[in-house]
């Protein structure tokens, strides 16, 4: 029989994938729990990382059109907030004139006005000019958006792709947070101006803004009462004509009663922050994936040890101990392999889930990817369950097979 262990091909002694079969069909419940076991290791790890870079992309990818915003100097985060996320915040206002001050400054291509404050419904309306709601469209031609156009005048406006109302409709406005209102007990306070008049619709943006109905500027300062081109705004966009001159307008304007501000590097900011939360869950979920792996490993090797009879009856058919660790080796990677494919796909099933809850509450395109250090992971698993099979079947070789035969 001894001879048969040394043969390439012939019975199912040298062939180990029978055993392999047999094995799985009698301790199938075992190694199906161990396989469930590593699988909830892994997408633990695979849905953080591919949760964490998706929500990352997409909040940078919404500050796109926003290259510096010039604000009361309130705060850098609330402006940013308020401008790039829609994020209802009181903003103090900015004279009118800066805005045509900015205007004529060099380096400046374009300043849009942003005034903020009524709602359609749960729809913020955002007073604004022609530039940037181009810019908002993916600097398309004003001619050239999915339906309808661009407003012209006042009273028209322009809305994203998350508002039904369709072209044509007539959209009467209230002033203050939705929210606000219903929890200090108001109703509705409509505006008596006459209502807007919907002309045009946003192409998608993945962004707060296809919640949004934009306006022309003036049609707000004539609601609230204001001169045409004399009201004030709450935030100011520039498009510099360089980086050079977006840093040169930061400078200029940040000591004048306002702040400048990029978004992009207050979104860095903001990272490091919760690069510091991000980096103590990391930890935390690294102090579960130890034990998980340890618990991995454990289970691997008890399982194995309820199989010692199996191995019993190899080694009296003269199995060598390579023999019987490539058997304890093939159980052990099979095991990996159903758990870390199942892991993969659950940790991309839960990504793609928390991407839809987190998307739909903060209005982005949260959209995960996979990358080469969310399944590193597997790394360990493999190792410690590997390690584990190693290790049980040297101990089993080790034992005297008398004392296996009397325990078996």
């Known amino acids: 029989m001894r001879q048969l262990l040394t043969q390439p091909l012939g019975p199912s002694l040298v062939n180990p994938f029978p055993i392999l079969k047999n094995e799985w069909r009698d301790a199938r419940l075992g190694y199906g729990l161990s396989a469930l076991l590593v699988a909830v290791t892994v997408s633990l790890g695979v849905a953080i990382g591919a949760q964490e870079r998706a929500l990352r992309r997409a909040s940078a990818r919404a500050a796109d059109p926003f290259p510096l915003v010039v604000g009361a100097a309130a705060g850098a985060l609330p402006l940013v907030l308020a401008t790039v996320y829609l994020h209802p915040e009181q903003l103090a206002v900015v004279p009118g004139k800066m805005l045509e001050t900015l ?56 809305v994203g792709t998350g508002v039904m109302e369709p072209i044509g409709a007539l959209l009467v406005s209230m002033h203050g947070v939705p929210a606000e209102r219903s929890e200090a007990g108001e109703g509705p306070a409509p505006h008596d101006a006459t209502p807007y008049r919907v002309v045009g619709r946003l192409p998608r943006t993945g962004t707060p803004w296809d919640q949004a109905i934009l306006v022309t500027v003036d049609t707000l300062w004539s609601i ?8 004030p705004v709450q935030a100011i966009v520039v498009q510099p004509r360089s980086v050079a001159d977006a840093y040169r307008l930061r400078a200029k304007f ?7 501000v990029f978004p992009a590097e207050v979104l860095v900011e903001l990272y490091q922050l919760l690069g510091d939360i991000g980096a103590l869950v990391r930890v935390l979920s690294a102090c579960y994936q130890m034990l998980a792996i340890a618990g991995v490993a454990l289970a691997l090797a008890a399982l194995l040890n309820s199989r010692q009879r199996q191995f ?46 987190l998307g739909n509450r903060l209005g982005l395109d949260v959209m995960p990817s996979l990358a080469a250090e969310d399944v590193l992971v597997l790394v360990p698993v493999a190792i410690a369950g590997l390690a584990a099979a190693g290790a049980a079947m040297t101990a089993t070789y080790r034992r005297s097979l008398g004392v296996q035969l009397k325990s078996g």
């Open 312 to 357: 019993v009856l190899l080694r009296t058919m003269g199995a060598t101990r390579s023999y019987l660790v490539l058997v304890a080796g093939l159980e052990v990677g099979s095991v990996l392999m159903l758990g870390m494919g199942t892991g993969c796909l659950l940790g991309w099933v839960g990504a793609q889930a928390l991407a839809a809850v």
């Open 103 to 158: 205007r004529q400054e060099p380096g400046v291509m374009a300043a849009s006005p942003l005034l903020f404050g009524d709602y359609v419904g749960s729809h913020p309306v955002v007073g604004t000019d022609a530039t940037l709601m181009i810019a908002l469209a993916g600097e398309r031609r004003p001619d050239n958006l999915p339906r309808g156009r661009i407003p012209a005048r006042a009273g028209e406006a322009l």
């Open 224 to 231: 609230h009462g204001m001169e045409a081109d004399a009201g």
């Open 254 to 260: 940040q000591p004048q009663g306002t702040i400048a």
